[in-house]
């Protein structure tokens, strides 16, 4: 793989980010849009937006989300203890483990810890904190409200993966940063957008309100570009997968054949490609927040190892993701910008036409 394509998810990776507190990574995409001399739009929610013009009407939406599951501090306590709200599904025994974290503004960044909860609402077999609210001690005094995150070791390779604070879901703002630098001088057969959206993990909030604002045009197909949990059938290291549904919809067959024409068209030289396929049901995406607004949707998305920083028993641990997974995905969406036109009854040829054999049906 291109240095530089890790690179990016690097450097991206290692900053801290959680819902409604994107700012630092809206930074970062705003700074790489401009060295790639890409024009973007920010809406009035914070979401950015760039677009590449095709040759013809048909238009696809890739959409990633630039936030990370954290916490807000809402209230203090005494002098550095503070009241924190959970943001998005997070590991429940962090606060049974003094879980070090990380208070950060424009300003500075805190250094802190989780406090240990006297009194535990754990289940056994569930993975994740069901508390409404825990208590963060820092080593200065803050502004209120305040974002914070788990204080997690560097983004760095080690063997085939790359473990990072953050892979949900800022490997797939890297891998549409790096098929808009492929694709940015291509005359490409569809017009291609990308948004990067705010506020996923606590409601698909950024999509939504994009979605019901109608500005993207009805016939548009949606493509998520995501990372999910590890389940039999979507494992790390076997390629991305190309995702039939996540837990609150299946999606739609007019995006995924584009995908998988894509796929095609690189196996034609590299029969080894790697990718699979799978309905990936533990967790939504931002493709079922256009679903209910008429789109047709279709998504990609890495298999995670540590999803939303949490070992199958609840722990705190980076996220990890396979180099190939990555690096196929980005091979899958720049191929996209190679592609005629995907016509379903040309994809369904061989299943329309019937064949001679179904003479033999009649009268038996």
Same mark, same amino acid.
């Not at 045009?217 to 548009?220: E, G, L, Q």
């Not at 290291?237 to 837990?247: E, K, N, S, T, V």
């Given at each position: 793989?291109?240095?530089?394509?890790?690179?990016?998810?690097?450097?991206?990776?290692g900053i801290?980010?959680?819902?409604?507190y994107e700012?630092k990574?809206s930074?970062?995409?705003?700074?790489?849009?401009?060295?790639?001399?890409?024009?973007?739009?920010?809406d009035?929610?914070g979401?950015?937006?760039i677009?590449?013009e095709g040759?013809?009407?048909?238009?696809?939406?890739?959409?990633?989300?630039?936030?990370?599951?954290?916490f807000?501090?809402?209230?203090?306590?005494?002098?550095?203890?503070?009241?924190?709200i959970?943001?998005g599904?997070?590991p429940?025994?962090?606060?049974?483990?003094?879980?070090?974290?990380?208070?950060?503004?424009?300003?500075?960044?805190v250094?802190?810890?989780?406090l240990?909860?006297s009194?535990s609402?754990?289940?056994e077999?569930?993975?994740?904190?069901?508390?409404?609210?825990?208590?963060i001690?820092v080593?200065?005094?803050?502004?209120?409200?305040?974002?914070?995150?788990?204080?997690?070791?560097?983004?760095?390779?080690?063997g085939?993966?790359i473990?990072?604070?953050?892979?949900?879901?800022l490997a797939?703002c890297?891998?549409i940063?790096?098929?808009?630098?492929n694709? /940015?001088?291509?005359?490409?057969?569809y017009?291609m957008?990308? *948004?990067f %959206?705010?506020? =996923?993990e606590v $409601?698909? &909030?950024?999509a939504?309100?994009?979605?019901?604002? /109608?500005r993207i045009?009805?016939?548009?197909i949606?493509?998520? *570009?995501? %990372?999910?949990? =590890?389940l039999? $059938?979507a &494992?790390s290291?076997?390629?991305?997968?190309?995702?039939?549904?996540?837990?609150i919809s299946?999606?739609n067959?007019?995006?995924e054949?584009?995908?998988?024409s894509?796929?095609?068209?690189?196996?034609?030289?590299?029969?080894?490609?790697k990718?699979?396929r799978?309905?990936?049901?533990?967790?939504?995406?931002?493709?079922s927040?256009?679903l209910?607004f008429?789109?047709?949707v279709?998504?990609?998305t890495?298999?995670?190892?540590?999803?939303h920083?949490?070992?199958?028993d609840g722990n705190?641990e980076p996220?990890r993701?396979?180099?190939?997974d990555?690096?196929n995905?980005?091979?899958?969406?720049?191929?996209?910008?190679?592609?005629?036109?995907v016509e379903p009854?040309?994809?369904y040829k061989r299943?329309?036409?019937l064949?001679?054999?179904a003479d033999?049906?009649?009268?038996?």
């Open positions: 793989m291109k240095s530089e394509e890790l690179s990016t998810f690097l450097n991206i990776s801290p980010t959680t819902s409604f700012y990574i930074n970062f995409i705003q700074n790489e849009l401009n060295q790639m001399g890409l024009e973007f739009t920010i009035d929610w979401n950015i937006e677009f590449i040759t013809s009407e048909e238009e696809l939406v890739f959409i990633s989300h630039m936030d990370h599951p954290g807000e501090l809402t209230e203090k306590i005494s002098d550095l203890k503070y009241k924190a959970p943001l599904g997070l429940k025994n962090c606060e049974n483990l003094s879980t070090p974290i990380i208070v950060f503004d424009n300003k500075k960044v250094k802190g810890k989780i240990k909860s009194e609402s754990i289940d077999d569930y993975r994740w904190l069901t508390k409404k609210e825990v208590i001690e080593n200065e005094s803050i502004e209120l409200p305040a974002p914070a995150v788990f204080d997690l070791p560097e983004p760095e390779i080690s085939n993966q473990i990072t604070p953050v892979a949900d879901d797939g890297s891998i940063l790096e098929t808009f630098k694709l /940015k001088n291509v005359r490409t057969k017009s957008r990308a *948004i %959206t705010r506020a =996923e $409601g698909l &909030v950024g939504r309100v994009i979605a019901d604002s /109608k045009k009805k016939n548009s949606i493509v998520s *570009i995501e %990372t999910s949990s =590890e039999p $059938g &494992v290291g076997l390629g991305p997968i190309i995702r039939a549904g996540d837990r299946t999606f067959n007019d995006g054949i584009i995908l998988l894509a796929i095609q068209k690189i196996q034609e030289t590299d029969k080894e490609f990718f699979q799978q309905l990936m049901n533990l967790g939504g995406c931002e493709a927040a256009f209910p008429g789109y047709r279709t998504g990609i890495l298999p995670l190892i540590n999803w920083n949490s070992t199958p705190v996220e993701i396979n180099i190939l990555y690096e995905a980005i091979k899958i969406m720049t191929n996209i910008g190679k592609l005629d036109i009854e040309k994809y299943l329309i036409d064949p001679d054999e033999r049906l009649k009268g038996n």
